[in-house]
């Protein structure tokens, strides 16, 4: 019952998701960076991942930890809510100021700091809109929280539209593209919040020292965890303002900015995977069940069309980041590069959003904050080694290395903790099929003239090849949508 539930509600969420979220990524964003140019959206990008990596102060691993015990436990929403609340905004507070002084003593300017400051802002709207969402997925509440999951960037798209249309004399430029940013988020916690609130007894502001302290210690390795892989997964923007030249920093974050564009507008789908995973693995390993088959299955899914995302992305690099950076015709994208290396990162980010997913479920947070360390330090010394040499390339080649060195370990100390049986057929299965994958690249790109149609084919053919190679079955899919 838990996988056919879970396969219902998994579709709904990417389906709804499809529908709305690619706009930002694929339409909105690089309009933006178009209009503003590769310096000024630099700058953005690297605030951005700045105030990203300072995202253990907003949470402290209280939003994984919320979800995996209102899963287990329903009853603790309506007794805990009230003082997690309040706990999360005086983490907000903490977080705001931190980000300021740490600012300031880095020597940002004025404008700089107005615009971390908003970002901050932002962030903190952000994870309070997650701890909310952390709620309804723990009561599994999943196609609400699917709606709730859109609503910032529907809104956000739409203020952007205008301001890029210049309707009603507004114009844009990086500070009106942060604040309707800033309106989207605070629209989209309010509807987070009355959702919630609407599912508990009572709510009032009340700070609880004893159980705030008690939750932080609870929390405390979700919070190490989220704070590694953070670093790991935001650092290149930022060490590539830090490592080059300041004008020279910027335009590189900028052109990685559009490298990257496509692979965190895909990393959605696993995304959405693994917080409506989590739950199920929370309240499957309570119950002794055994999830050696919703794993398999969530991987497999998940794996085949990430393989063919990868590799169709790497062979058609320069066709596939003009389009998305709506470059002219005739002209070649300045992030091709970065594009091409950063797409192959989907495949070990999809593994990693599976078992780390389980892993986190299960408690083996030692294991995840060890694996994540050793990330940040092998990501660490490939940017300083490859950044002065190959910018913002050397990043996506640091970054490569980093995400597949993740999911390797994840996998391998998935298997050993749930003792999963080595399944032979599957990698070989695998093996043919990324194969064949390749295979059809390299062909389809010889068909005809027009790219488009070449790489339509090629994802016909990979989509028929899962399941030629046996990789995937119309009765093993039916079976588990139909499993009690």
């Not at 974050?253 to 199920?280: D, T």
């Not at 794993?295 to 590799?311: E, G, Q």
């Not at 399944?423 to 003239?449: Q, Y």
């Not at 016909?460 to 093993?476: K, N, P, Q």
């Amino acid at each position: 019952m838990q996988q056919k539930k879970f396969v219902t509600n998994i579709a709904f969420l990417i389906i709804l998701n499809l529908l709305i979220k690619p706009f930002w990524p694929l339409g909105i964003e690089p309009a933006v960076q178009n209009a503003v140019g590769n310096v000024s959206y630099g700058e953005y990008a690297i605030l951005f991942n700045f105030s990203f990596l300072l995202n253990i102060l907003l949470d402290f691993g209280v939003t994984q930890f919320n979800n995996k015990n209102i899963a287990q436990n329903n009853h603790l929403l309506t007794k805990h809510f009230s003082s997690l609340f309040t706990l999360k905004l005086g983490l907000g507070f903490v977080y705001f100021l931190v980000t300021v002084i740490l600012g300031l003593v880095l020597g940002y300017d004025f404008r700089y700091m107005k615009l971390l400051s908003i970002l901050a802002l932002n962030q903190f709207l952000i994870s309070m809109t997650l701890y909310l969402r952390s709620s309804l997925l723990g009561l599994h509440l999943f196609k609400t929280d699917s709606f709730v999951s859109v609503a910032d960037r529907l809104i956000m798209t739409v203020l952007c539209l205008i301001l890029l249309g210049r309707w009603f004399g507004l114009e844009i430029d990086i500070m009106s593209f942060v604040y309707a940013q800033t309106i989207g988020y605070t629209i989209t916690a309010i509807i987070a919040f009355g959702t919630v609130y609407h599912k508990t007894r009572h709510f009032r502001l009340t700070w609880n020292f004893p159980f705030s302290v008690m939750i932080l210690k609870q929390s405390f390795p979700f919070a190490v965890l989220v704070l590694l892989m953070t670093f790991y997964n935001r650092l290149d923007s930022v060490m590539l303002g830090s490592l080059l030249p300041e004008t020279e920093g910027s335009e590189q974050a900028g052109i990685y900015a559009k490298g990257f564009r496509l692979l965190e507008a895909g990393n959605m789908i696993p995304y959405l995977f693994s917080i409506q995973l989590i739950p199920i693995f929370s309240r499957m390993i309570k119950h002794k069940e055994n999830v050696e088959q919703i794993v398999k299955t969530s991987f497999i899914l998940l794996i085949a069309p990430a393989l063919v995302v990868s590799f169709g992305c790497f062979f058609y690099a320069q066709e596939i980041s003009g389009l998305i950076n709506h470059v002219k015709p005739g002209q070649i994208s300045d992030s091709y590069r970065e594009f091409s290396i950063l797409m192959l990162c989907y495949t070990a980010i999809s593994a990693t959003y599976i078992f780390g997913t389980l892993l986190t479920a299960n408690g083996n947070l030692k294991q995840l904050n060890i694996t994540s360390f050793v990330g940040i330090c092998l990501n660490l010394i490939l940017n300083f080694v490859l950044i002065p040499d190959y910018k913002a390339l050397g990043s996506a080649y640091s970054s490569l290395i980093t995400q597949f060195f993740i999911a390797g370990i994840q996998i391998y100390f998935s298997i050993k903790i749930f003792k999963f049986h080595f399944n032979t057929k599957l990698i070989l299965s695998l093996c043919v099929f990324i194969a064949g994958i390749v295979g059809f690249n390299l062909f389809s790109r010889t068909m005809t003239s027009n790219w488009f149609i070449n790489f339509a084919v090629m994802c016909v053919f990979c989509g028929l090849w899962a399941f030629v190679s046996g990789l995937l079955s119309l009765r093993s899919i039916y079976k588990f949508i139909k499993f009690k």
